[in-house]
């Protein structure tokens, strides 16, 4: 075996078909243009997979709006209002006094993500128990959106909530405040009635 | 000259099987080696090897069932339509209208035992210390394998479109938010950020990926109808082949200690 191939080595180089005046390209050569068609292929087919990775993220969602508008203040009385719950996962609360947020005594209204901070159930408004209660594995929140029993570990996150131009007030989804992070305090995590 | 002797000397007969009768070790051995499925498994194999009692056949059990799974998801594809107007009333016609009301039953149950038989042929594996060298490789096939069982079942979990179905599914995407670096909870993603604004919001992490939207809606149960039909399925298959032909390249079925 080792005997043919040196032998058909030692031919090539002699081969009458061979045009003698043709020179091969130097090693340097084949491997610089290896390395740049390699190197070309594989930025291609990373481009092409970093494409297909962001195919799957839509850029149009048939979603609610993250952001609505939910008439004038004066339409609310004080308590939990269930109007957004199925729309927008929404409740808004108008209450005489927040301390949680720091508005003791300070009238005024805040949008409650209707999201349990369990494991994402949506809880049930119980007016006559006067809490939030998730029905998946017993979380209740107080009014305030404060958890007191059951698996929850944080409050129910509030929503931006501020007043628009045309009086109307507008709960923006995109903003979220978190109590435990103590983010109630911010100015438009509630809405001064 | 028999009649079975006659069939095996027609060209059709011998076009299709190129050795003879397999009664002679040679025959035997090219029965399975130039047959695409046999080909996969070993040439031989141990006697002791086979046993029920140190196999538990929970390997082939697993094989069969997700041959079961496949024929008769194929069929309850020929009725279920993937949206959310169609898809909770598709499954309750495939009880109530549809011929032969328990396919959807025999699927489901058949995911059921899939999971089980996989969790003991896995525990099989691991007390006839069956995972060692030189069979490791085929260990970590293995632990795909049951990966992509369990994703299947995750997203078959969906397909119902009942309570039940849609809760399962935003508990269990819920845990992708908390995915290091690419998951809007996560440690690390506020890292990911240009100036002040971020990179992984909710609208643009990994389970917003996953779910096509922010929350479990029509995008994310024609995803996980994709998912659940085709693309997992076919993964599948492919590391499917790969385990077989291991078992045989890594010396078949390991003896009794």
Not at chain 2, 32 to 52: D, E, Q, T, W
Not at chain 2, 115 to 121: E, K, N, T, Y
Request: hydrophobic share 45%; with cysteine; net charge positive.
């Amino acid at each position: 075996m080792a005997t043919s191939e040196a032998s058909q080595q030692a031919t090539y180089g002699n081969n009458p078909a061979r045009d003698p005046n043709r020179r091969d390209p130097s090693r340097r050569k084949v491997m610089g243009t290896l390395v740049a068609g390699w190197g070309l292929f594989l930025l291609a087919a990373h481009a092409g997979l970093l494409g297909m990775v962001r195919y799957l993220f839509p850029n149009v969602l048939y979603e609610p709006p993250a952001t609505f508008k939910a008439g004038p203040p004066s339409n609310y009385g004080l308590g939990v209002d269930e109007t957004y719950k199925e729309s927008y996962g929404t409740w808004l609360v108008r209450v005489e006094s927040d301390p949680l947020s720091g508005r003791d005594g300070i009238p005024g209204m805040y949008a409650l993500s209707t999201i349990c901070t369990h494991l994402g159930c949506i809880p049930n408004w119980q007016p006559a128990a006067n809490k939030f209660k998730c029905p998946c594995h017993g979380s209740g929140y107080r009014m305030s959106g404060m958890n007191f029993e059951g698996p929850a570990p944080r409050p129910l996150e509030r929503w931006r909530i501020v007043l628009a131009t045309d009086g109307q007030i507008l709960v923006d989804k995109n903003q979220k405040y978190q109590w435990e992070k103590g983010q109630w305090i911010s100015p438009e995590a509630y809405l001064k009635v | 000259m028999g009649l079975m002797q006659k069939i095996a000397e027609t060209q059709v007969w011998r076009s299709i099987f190129r050795h003879g009768y397999p009664n002679t070790p040679r025959n035997r051995a090219l029965a399975a080696l130039s047959n695409i499925f046999l080909h996969l498994h070993p040439v031989k194999a141990r006697k002791s090897g086979i046993k029920l009692s140190f196999t538990w056949c929970m390997g082939g059990i697993t094989f069969f069932l997700f041959l079961l799974e496949t024929i008769t998801g194929v069929l309850l594809m020929f009725y279920y339509r993937p949206t959310i107007e169609y898809a909770y009333n598709d499954i309750i016609a495939l009880r109530e209208h549809v011929p032969l009301g328990i396919m959807r039953e025999l699927h489901r149950w058949g995911a059921h035992m899939m999971v089980l038989a996989v969790w003991l042929h896995m525990l099989r594996v691991f007390l006839t210390g069956s995972y060692k060298p030189p069979r490791e490789f085929n260990w970590n096939i293995g632990v795909i394998l049951l990966l992509l069982t369990l994703l299947l079942s995750f997203t078959g979990y969906l397909l119902p479109w009942d309570q039940l179905a849609i809760w399962a599914i935003t508990v269990g995407s819920n845990m992708a938010r908390a995915h290091p670096l690419i998951g809007n909870e996560g440690p690390g993603a506020s890292l990911l950020a240009v100036g002040d604004v971020a990179l992984v919001t909710p609208s643009s992490d990994i389970r917003f990926g996953l779910l096509a939207g922010r929350f479990v809606g029509a995008a994310a149960l024609l995803r996980f109808y994709v998912l659940h039909c085709v693309a997992l399925p076919l993964a599948a298959g492919l590391f499917m082949a790969i385990h077989f032909w291991r078992v045989r390249k890594d010396g078949g079925i390991s003896g009794p200690m």
